[in-house]
């Protein structure tokens, strides 16, 4: 049972480049998250989707964009990365929103250079 | 609004020590309230759950947390440390209003010494 998939786990970018991070979970969750966590900063909900087809903005959704094309699938996108961009990005799902507990993925660690 | 405030960014105790980290929370709704465990370079794992159900709330690996409404507080407690309880703990809040997402306080590393 793999849970919560992120791919990459580890990416190293130069300013302006762009990438796609891909969370993958197979509980057949609604709910799909992207945080990104900072040394002393907690996680920050960046966007998030409470079904397929649909996205939210978060806490901290600027420079990013993302997708859920598929029930499944959750992509983050960085269409031009900035050195304030580095971060740790985790995914979550979860089966619904409030009471519900979330699921996270192992983390991505992203560096922007 | 929610928001979470989590009291020390860093908690030392001695193998067998009582640990304590404290955690109060802001909503303008009834509360959910979520204590995840971080292990160093993994993702974050529930330990226990407030759902209104019970004040006291008993997690796993022994950890417990109390829901105090007059004081806004859900601290997180266990009677003795391990050295295998060294890790980074977040205390999250939600609400069961609209398309409630947790919101997560800036965590607590608690360091276990023998």
């Known amino acids: 049972n793999a849970g919560v998939t992120q791919t990459p786990k580890f990416r190293v970018l130069k300013t302006g480049q762009s990438m796609t991070l891909l969370c993958a979970q197979d509980?057949?969750?609604?709910?799909m998250y992207w945080y990104r966590q900072d040394p002393g900063m907690g996680l920050r909900l960046i966007h998030y989707?409470?079904?397929?087809?649909?996205?939210a903005k978060g806490e901290v959704p600027d420079g990013y964009n993302v997708s859920r094309l598929k029930k499944q699938n959750f992509l983050l996108g960085l269409e031009s990365a900035a050195p304030s961009q580095t971060s740790v990005y985790f995914c979550?799902?979860?089966?619904?929103?409030?009471?519900?507990?979330?699921?996270f993925g192992q983390g991505t660690r992203l560096t922007v250079v | 609004a929610q928001s979470v405030t989590q009291l020390g960014s860093h908690v030392s105790v001695s193998e067998g020590a009582l640990v304590l980290l404290r955690c109060n929370y802001s909503?303008?709704?009834?509360?959910?309230l979520f204590w995840y465990v971080q292990y160093p370079n993994q993702g974050l794992q529930l330990l226990l759950k407030?759902?209104?159900?019970?004040?006291l709330v008993k997690g796993i690996n022994g950890f417990e947390a109390e829901f105090k409404k007059s004081e806004t507080s859900f601290h997180l407690t266990k009677p003795s440390a391990h050295m295998s309880d060294a890790a980074e703990y977040f205390c999250?809040?939600?609400?069961?209003?609209?398309?409630?997402?947790?919101?997560f306080g800036k965590g607590t590393m608690l360091l276990v010494s023998p």
């Open positions: 979550a799902s979860s089966s619904g929103g409030g009471i519900s507990e979330a699921f």
């Open positions: 509980m057949n969750h609604e709910y």
């Open positions: 989707s409470v079904g397929e087809g649909t996205t």
């Open positions: 909503s303008s709704v009834p509360p959910y």
């Open positions: 407030y759902t209104s159900a019970a004040t």
């Open positions: 999250a809040v939600s609400s069961n209003s609209g398309y409630s997402t947790l919101t």
